[in-house]
Each structure stands twice: as C-alpha cells, then as structure tokens.
C-alpha cells in the first residue's frame, strides 16, 4: 500500500485538541481537509504526521509549539491610542481586526485589553505556544 510522502495530495479527517483535552478544531463534521504533503499549507508537525501515513490509516500526534504555531512572543503584544483605531470598528476584548502593513497586505490582531485611551492589541495567532494533539485519519491520496 502507497505511503504518503511530499508533493503526494492528501485529504483527512482531524481533530486537534490542547493541552486540556479542549476540541479546538474538527473536520467530522464537514469535508475532510486536502493538502499537498510538504508545500508548507498546514503547520509543519501535521505535514510530517502525516507524511508515511496509509490510506485508511489512523493516528494520534502531540505537536509542540515549535513544530505548530510558534511560541507567544511578547514583541507582538502592543498598544495604540484608542483615538488611531476607527470609530466604527467594534472594540471589546476578544474582537478580531485586520491591521494594514506598509505592503498592502492585512494582519489579523485580537483585542486584549481596552481602558479609555488605548487599546492593547496581540498579533499572536491564538494558538501560539500551545502544544496541540491532533487524530488524524488520511483518507486519500494522489501521489506526485
């Protein structure tokens, strides 16, 4: 049987779960997520979780921060006046906004923290220094 190796495309089935035990991503109840093995479309320690995996196959991996999302970095926590973000953006913690790099493209940042005057805002993606186990089952693939 045909093992899964890089630039093969794969589809599977996944849940990714923290630390806790906490479910924070399923695809069992949607389609299955497809990717080419090794072209950098899903974090590094899935990509070679999966890699050698048979079709029908099944797997339970704990990645670490490293080989995930990265750990936290505290450079990526800032605040800005409260008066630089625009009045009809929605302002509580918790809330998603889009910054605008000097390229054009957009960063997604999370409200922190708000008083009157400024508002914190992290660029960590929220999964950053968490140490994901992930099942996995492949359930098909084209090989390159």
């Not at 196959?57 to 750990?71: C, L, M, S, W």
């Not at 006046?81 to 493209?105: F, I």
Request: hydrophobic share 40%; proline share 6%.
């Amino acid at each position: 049987m045909t093992q899964a190796k890089a630039g093969d495309q794969v589809t599977i089935h996944y849940e990714g779960k923290l630390a806790d035990g906490m479910v924070f991503d399923s695809s069992r109840s949607r389609d299955p997520l497809s990717f080419k093995l090794g072209a950098q479309q899903v974090i590094p320690g899935f990509d070679a979780a999966v890699q050698g995996m048979k079709v029908e196959e099944q797997k339970t991996v704990t990645i670490e921060p490293a080989a995930g999302y990265g750990d936290r970095r505290a450079e990526l926590i800032f605040r800005v006046n409260r008066k630089q973000v625009p009045t009809n953006l929605p302002l509580e913690v918790g809330s998603q906004l889009q910054l605008p790099t000097a390229d054009g493209q957009a960063v997604p940042v999370m409200v922190v923290e708000l008083n009157e005057d400024q508002v914190t805002l992290d660029g960590n993606h929220p999964l950053a220094g968490e140490t994901l186990t992930f099942d996995i089952e492949l359930i098909s693939l084209e090989s390159a």
